[in-house]
């Protein structure tokens, strides 16, 4: 079943191959959520410190009743966070709103502050990672990666430390797949997150995807969902709804590879800016 499927990063680190995503939920909303992502089967969870909702997440987690080490927890370094000890002490926040003393993935969640999209943050990025190799030597983080990184943000991090991400968290969904960053990173052996898998909602009146999805007595955010795992990325769906929650990881059926290719030209212009995560 899909709840029990795993990618196995280069490290050798298991990771719950579709997690559950919380960005845009109200710290009791996150906190409903979570507990019935984690009740319908879901044992990887996703936030960020900029969320404002990782202290719900954790209460949440702990709430459950599932044992901490069978939860893959994720979090992020704020986008406008750069350098050695702001990385560090980013960390120990998060870890403290979390209640947890080590984390699972941790990763950089821009190359660049939100403010200013584009910004050369080489150097800041370069000293960031260093911080979370760091951390990730001494144990503290079990796999390490980034977010909405291009190769051009990807290789300096590598130059400088021998050691490249496990992860990249893009934005990733039928009818904009970031092709460039995708093949670079599945070249390299760094898995492709991918969040916003449902486009926000925005490709679900798609008529060649609401076709598909009728002929396989799915619903379209499931073919969009399964469409991810295809591509052999990792989808990160989010909901505070439980009934979608619950159908979001009935994900067990297979999409014929003529469907697939249909599906790889559905194309939405409206939908190529970036999303923030």
């Known amino acids: 079943m899909i709840k029990d499927l795993d990618y196995v990063l280069y490290n050798g680190v298991k990771i719950p191959a579709v997690g559950f995503g919380t960005w845009q939920s109200a710290p009791n909303d996150a906190y409903t959520a979570v507990l019935a992502a984690i009740k ?51 960390f120990n926040t998060s870890c403290k709103n979390l209640g947890v003393d080590y984390l699972d993935l941790y990763l950089i969640h821009a190359p660049w502050p939100w403010s200013n999209i584009g910004q050369d943050c080489t150097e800041g990025n370069i000293e960031s990672w260093k911080a979370m190799v760091d951390l990730y030597n001494q144990g503290k983080i079990k796999a390490i990666g980034v977010s909405n990184f291009h190769p051009e943000n990807i290789e300096p991090l590598i130059k400088a430390t021998n050691v490249k991400p496990m992860v990249n968290q893009i934005r990733f969904f039928l009818g904009n797949t970031q092709p460039k960053v995708t093949n670079y990173c599945q070249d390299n052996d760094i898995l492709v997150e991918a969040y916003s898998p449902l486009a926000t909602g925005k490709m679900l009146n798609n008529p060649t995807l609401i076709e598909i999805a009728n002929k396989y007595n799915v619903s379209p955010a499931k073919i969009c969902l399964r469409y991810c795992l295809e591509k052999k990325t990792l989808p990160l769906p989010k909901s505070i709804h439980e009934e979608r929650i619950i159908d979001n990881l009935a994900l067990d059926f297979d999409i014929d590879k003529d469907d697939i290719i249909r599906l790889d030209g559905v194309h939405e212009e409206s939908l190529d800016k970036p999303l923030r995560s």
Do not use: M, Q, W
């Not at 900029?50 to 709430?63: F, H, L, Q, T, W």
């Not at 901490?68 to 992020?76: L, P, Y």
């Open 40 to 90: 319908a089967g879901y044992r990887h969870i996703d936030t960020a410190l900029v969320y404002e909702n990782e202290e719900a997440v954790g209460k949440a987690i702990k709430d459950s009743g599932v044992k901490r080490e069978d939860i893959f927890i994720t979090t992020k370094l704020p986008a406008d966070k750069k350098g050695y000890d702001v990385a560090i002490e980013c």
